[in-house]
């Protein structure tokens, strides 16, 4: 994508929706990172959205630079002091040569220019730099609820994923990576939700607002009561995790 205005852009639509009801990862996550990074000066989120990861990186670097195309995500996203946001493509951050510690890429890798991103990733990073790209795939909650949203995650809306979403599908293993690479620790997300939170969260997925767009109506009527039997009370809290799949390198050379 060359710049804020030919990117493939699923969700600006859904910026404050996904301020809402996205997952959170886990603090965790962030300290091993800044555990293997060479300095604790500047770290780059890419594709930053809402500032999730950025705001998980703030207790270790001084600055943060968090950089997304979408300028509606900058405008959700959620304020730190030591964080900057900036609109900004992966490909060209404007950010200084040699001088990031930590480049991280939270459910954004996906989208890029695989070659492009990787020749600004080495010009930004300083020496041994580190980078992480983080993904993650269908929740799990359990029992009768898995196989409803597996239901709905291939076979309702499965024929509208963009075709990049294989990549997460494959948990990034597919993905060009030419770092040294590193072998993380096991990490998931975990949050407790009631189905409402599960629906609007849902409903943040791009396949539901492109089916919504073709069909005219939301595709989470198709499975609505599916969903009410499986959980059983609306307002009753339930344990929703997310395995993290990692592809975490230091750039050298």
């Known amino acids: ?8 852009d699923h969700f600006s639509g859904n910026a404050a929706a996904y301020t809402q009801f996205r997952p959170s990862y886990p603090q965790g996550l ?18 930053c959205g809402n500032g999730q990861a950025a705001l998980g990186l703030a207790p270790h670097f001084r600055r943060i630079i968090a950089t997304d195309a979408s300028r509606q995500q900058i405008d959700h996203a959620m304020p730190h002091e030591r964080v900057e946001y900036r609109v900004a493509p992966a490909e060209a951050s404007g950010i200084e040569p040699a001088s990031v510690d930590l480049i991280v890429i939270a459910q954004a ?17 300083r020496p041994q730099a580190v980078i992480a790209a983080i993904t993650y795939g269908e929740l799990r909650g359990g029992g009768a609820l898995d196989e409803v949203i597996d239901h709905f995650y291939t076979e309702i809306v499965g024929p509208y994923w963009p075709r990049e979403r294989r990549y997460v599908d494959e948990g990034y293993q597919t993905i060009s990576f030419p770092f040294s690479e590193l072998s993380p ?25 492109e089916d919504t767009r073709v069909h005219g109506r939301n595709p989470l009527e198709v499975v609505g009561a599916k969903l009410v039997a499986a959980w059983g009370e609306p307002s009753r809290t339930k344990k929703i995790t997310w395995p993290l799949h990692l592809r975490v390198g230091r750039v050298t050379g």
């Open 1 to 8: 994508m060359a710049d804020e205005t030919t990117f493939k």
């Open 30 to 47: 962030f300290d091993w990172l800044a555990s293997v990074s060479p300095g604790r000066e500047l770290a780059w989120d890419c594709g």
């Open 109 to 125: 890798l996906h989208w890029f220019d695989f070659e492009r991103f990787y020749r600004e990733v080495r010009r930004v990073a």
């Open 185 to 209: 620790p096991a990490f998931e997300m975990a949050a407790e939700w009631t189905l409402d939170h599960l629906v609007g969260y849902l409903g943040t997925w791009s396949a539901v607002k």
